[in-house]
C-alpha cells in the first residue's frame, strides 16, 4: 500500500510563521511535522509515499531527498496552481496502483491503522475517513455513520447548534483509485467541502471507521502549543527515545550543549543540541528550545517554543511564545502571549529597531512634530489627518528596511500584527483593524530605507496599550 501526504498549502493559519518556512517542516519537538508524518506512514507498513508540494516547495524537496534517510521512498508532486486537497491526487495517477493512505502535513497522531484498513477492505469501500471522539468538535468536520460504518450524513466545521456528533474528520483517508473517477482536473477541489458531498449525492461507498488515540491538528498556534506540552508530559513517553539525555528531572538536553550552573530549570523542558545557556537564567515548564540556540545571561523563557538558532540577549523574556529560527531577541525585550515572530532571510538582511530603549511619545490634541514624516512624501502625516480625524496619534518606531524589501517587509508586518486586514493600498498608507475603532498606519517611504509605523485609536489610554503591543512585536524582528 502506498502512501500521499498533502504538503502543498500555505499555513496562513500559522502566518507569518509559514511566511519563509513551510508548514510541513514546522517543528515538533525540535523535528519537522513531515518527518513525524513520514514515519508514521513507515510503522504502518507503507514505504513508498507520493508528497504534493506547492509553497516553498523546493525547501520542502531539500529537507526530505528521496527518503532514504527514513527508509522510504519518496516522489514529489509539483502543483502549478493549487488544486485542494482533493484536487492534487488527479497528478498521482501514474503513482497510484491500488489502495492508498492519505494524511494532511498537519497532523500529528499515534493512531495504529492496521484494524481501519481491514475494515475498509472488507466494507468495500470506496473511501474511509478515519475519525475520533472530539468533545469540542466545531472546528472539525463531523460525520453520522450507520452500524455498518458507512457514513449517512457529513458537515463540515458546524456551528455550536448544529453540532449532531462528537466523531471529527482527522485528515487521514484509505482511498480506493476509482475516487480519482470523482475530483475535476480543472479546478480546486477539496476532500471536505466538495468530494464528500459529492459522494453522498452519488451513492458511493463512503465509510468512517472510529479510532482512539493521540491526534491533534498543529496547524493553529494553540494547538502549536499544545502538541509541545503533551509530548512533553510523560504519558506520551516521547523523549526517552530520541538520544536526548535527563539532565535534571523533567529537563532532557541533547548533546554538545553548554550551561552555566547558575542556569535555573523548572520541567518539563526540552533543549536542542548545542545550545549554550548563560547565567541567571530561568527556563520554565513547557519550554521546548531549538538546535544551536544561545541564551545569554539573566533571561527568561517560560511555555514557549524556540526554533533553531534563536538568540536571546541579555535581561529579556519570552512567555507563551513561538520564536522561528535565526530570530535575534532585542536585550531587555519583552514578548508575551503568543507573539508572532517571523524567521531570518538567508540573505541575512537586517530590519533593526533605531533604538529600542527609547520611549514611546504620545500626542494628543496637539501640534505634531512632522519633522519626520517627509512633507513632501505622498505618505506624510498631514495628508493622512486630511482623509481621517483622530484623537490620539502614537509615533511607534522607525524600522530599517533595504528598498527592494519595502513591500514585502510591509505585508510581513501586517501579517505579524493583525488577524485581519482592510483597505490595503501602499500607495495611500495602510489602514488596518485591531479591533472595532483601532487602527495602525504603515508608512513605506521612497526615498529612505526605512518603514515608520503609526497608531490611530479612540483615547490616548488605548493608543498607550497598542503602542506597548506594537512596540514588542516589532522591536523583536531582525530580519525578513
Not at 510523560?234 to 535527563?246: A, Q, S, V
Not at 538568540?311 to 520564536?323: A, E, G, L, P, Y
Request: aromatic fraction near 10%; charged fraction near 20%.
Amino acid at each position: 500500500m502506498k502512501g500521499v501526504i498533502l504538503a502543498g498549502g500555505k499555513g496562513s493559519r500559522m502566518s507569518p510563521l509559514t511566511l519563509l518556512t513551510p508548514k510541513p517542516l514546522v517543528p515538533i519537538m525540535n523535528i519537522p511535522v513531515i518527518d513525524l508524518c513520514i514515519t508514521w506512514l513507515k510503522s504502518q507498513g507503507v514505504t513508498e509515499i507520493a508528497i504534493t508540494i506547492h509553497h516553498l516547495a523546493t525547501k520542502i524537496q531539500k529537507h526530505c531527498g528521496d527518503g532514504s534517510k527514513y527508509g522510504v521512498r519518496l516522489v514529489y508532486f509539483f502543483e502549478k496552481t493549487p488544486m485542494g486537497t482533493a484536487g492534487g491526487l488527479q497528478a498521482l495517477r501514474e503513482f497510484i496502483d491500488g489502495t492508498f493512505i492519505v494524511i494532511s502535513s498537519d497532523v500529528v497522531n499515534r493512531f495504529d491503522l492496521h484494524h481501519a484498513v481491514t475494515f475498509h477492505q472488507e466494507s468495500g469501500s470506496d473511501l474511509t475517513i478515519i475519525t475520533t471522539p472530539l468533545a469540542d468538535p466545531e472546528h472539525y468536520g463531523i460525520v453520522i455513520k450507520d452500524k455498518k460504518g458507512r457514513i449517512r450524513y457529513f458537515l463540515e466545521k458546524p456551528p455550536k447548534h448544529l453540532i449532531f456528533s462528537d466523531q471529527i474528520n482527522t485528515g487521514i483517508y484509505i482511498v480506493e483509485p476509482s475516487i480519482l473517477n470523482y475530483i475535476p482536473s480543472d479546478r480546486q477541489f477539496d476532500f471536505s467541502h466538495d468530494l464528500f458531498p459529492l459522494l453522498l449525492q452519488e451513492n458511493a461507498a463512503l465509510h468512517s471507521f472510529t479510532l482512539e488515540g493521540y491526534w491533534i491538528d498543529i496547524g493553529q498556534f494553540h494547538t502549536y502549543h499544545q502538541v509541545h506540552r503533551d509530548y512533553l508530559s510523560p504519558f506520551l513517553n516521547w523523549i526517552g527515545t530520541r538520544g536526548y539525555k535527563e539532565f535534571k528531572k523533567g529537563v532532557w538536553v541533547g548533546p554538545n550543549c553548554v550551561i552555566d550552573p547558575l542556569c535555573r530549570f523548572e520541567g518539563p523542558v526540552l533543549i536542542g543540541e548545542g545550545c549554550h545557556l548563560g547565567s541567571n537564567t530561568f527556563i520554565g515548564p513547557n519550554t521546548v528550545i531549538g538546535n544551536n540556540c544561545l541564551i545569554d545571561s539573566d533571561c527568561f523563557i517560560e511555555d514557549s517554543i524556540l526554533w533553531d538558532g534563536v538568540r536571546m540577549n541579555k535581561d529579556s523574556q519570552i512567555v507563551n511564545c513561538v520564536i522561528a529560527a535565526f530570530v535575534v531577541v532585542e536585550e531587555g525585550s519583552s514578548m508575551i502571549n503568543n507573539r508572532k515572530v517571523f524567521e531570518e532571510k538567508v540573505s541575512q538582511c537586517k530590519i533593526e529597531c533605531e533604538d529600542s530603549t527609547n520611549p514611546v511619545h504620545f500626542f494628543e490634541n496637539e501640534a505634531m512634530n512632522v519633522a519626520e514624516d517627509k512633507l513632501s512624501s505622498e505618505y506624510s502625516m498631514e495628508k493622512l489627518e486630511t482623509k481621517i480625524p483622530f484623537d490620539a496619534i502614537v509615533t511607534i518606531t522607525k524600522v530599517h528596511c533595504p528598498p527592494k524589501l519595502k513591500s514585502r517587509m510591509v505585508r510581513i508586518l501586517i501579517e505579524s500584527m493583525l488577524d485581519k486586514t482592510v483597505n490595503i493600498n501602499i500607495k495611500e498608507g495602510m489602514q488596518l483593524y485591531f479591533s472595532h475603532n483601532r487602527w495602525v498606519y504603515i508608512f513605506p517611504y521612497e526615498t529612505e530605507e526605512c518603514i515608520t509605523i503609526y497608531t490611530h485609536a479612540e483615547s490616548i489610554e488605548v493608543a498607550r496599550a497598542m503602542a506597548y503591543e506594537c512596540r514588542n512585536q516589532i522591536m523583536i524582528y531582525q530580519g525578513v
